[in-house]
T-cell receptor
Framework: DAGVIQSPRHEVTEMGQEVTLRCKPI?????LFWYRQTMMRGLELLIY????????DSGMPEDRFSAKMPNASFSTLKIQPSEPRDSAVYFC????????????FGQGTRLTVV | TQLLEQSPQFLSIQEGENLTVYCNSS?????LQWYRQEPGEGPVLLVT?????EVKKLKRLTFQFGDARKDSSLHITAAQPGDTGLYLC??????????FGKGTMLLVSP
């Protein structure tokens, strides 16, 4: 079975450009999470969707960040405009609704903003 | 904000040695999970512990949840190079999401 699929795997962009990261969760999973990982801060939750609805976006750093989930099989995380401090590995994870969320992670997108 | 502190941050050992890594918090969690992350990959779930005092074994890995459900430990017996990776603990939050510690980076040399 295919796991969580993220694209692109690597993205290098110039400061000020728009960046869009994509995620396809595991079929049948109804929760989707976007995380950001850096050496300094570790894994931080950015936003959580349940049944395609954003439930908790308190981790989204600024208005430059936005996330959408138009249907159960696709989500995007957009940064506009991008800044060098946004450089990190961005992970998408999905889980099936249950009391203890067991998250399945994608391979991540390594974003470098120069 | 619930905070999970992991120690040590880095651990470099020889194949065959035993080790223990720790995950501590001042908050109570209803469940706690351990993940392993290899370079260039996403974290992969190893185990979930739910009951205070619970001990779970996964081959050479032993996981323990503290009685007060504020802390956990992971013990590896006879470590192998394949155990190399970043070990992350994560606790559940009010929204049924996970908050992660910063992890312990383990390097096992042949």
């Amino acid at each position: 079975d295919a796991g969580v699929i993220q694209s692109p795997r690597h993205e290098v962009t110039e400061m000020g450009q728009e960046v869009t990261l994509r995620c396809k969760p595991i079929s049948g999973h109804n929760s989707l999470f976007w995380y950001r990982q850096t050496m300094m801060r570790g894994l931080e939750l950015l936003i959580y969707f349940n049944n395609n609805v954003p439930i908790d976006d308190s981790g989204m750093p600024e208005d430059r960040f936005s996330a959408k989930m138009p249907n159960a099989s696709f989500s995007t995380l957009k940064i506009q405009p991008s800044e060098p401090r946004d450089s990190a590995v961005y992970f998408c994870a999905s889980s099936f609704g249950q009391a203890v969320p067991e998250a399945f992670f994608g391979q991540g997108t390594r974003l470098t903003v120069v | 904000t619930q905070l999970l502190e992991q120690s040590p941050q880095f651990l470099s050992i020889q194949e065959g040695e035993n080790l223990t890594v720790y995950c501590n918090s001042s908050s109570v969690f209803s469940s706690l999970q351990w993940y392993r992350q290899e370079p260039g990959e996403g974290p992969v779930l190893l185990v979930t512990v739910v009951t205070g005092g619970e001990v779970k074994k996964l081959k050479r890995l032993t996981f323990q949840f503290g009685d007060a459900r504020k802390d956990s430990s992971l013990h590896i017996t006879a470590a192998q190079p394949g155990d190399t990776g970043l070990y992350l603990c994560a606790g559940d939050t009010v929204y049924s999401t996970l908050t992660f510690g910063k992890g312990t980076m383990l390097l096992v040399s042949p």
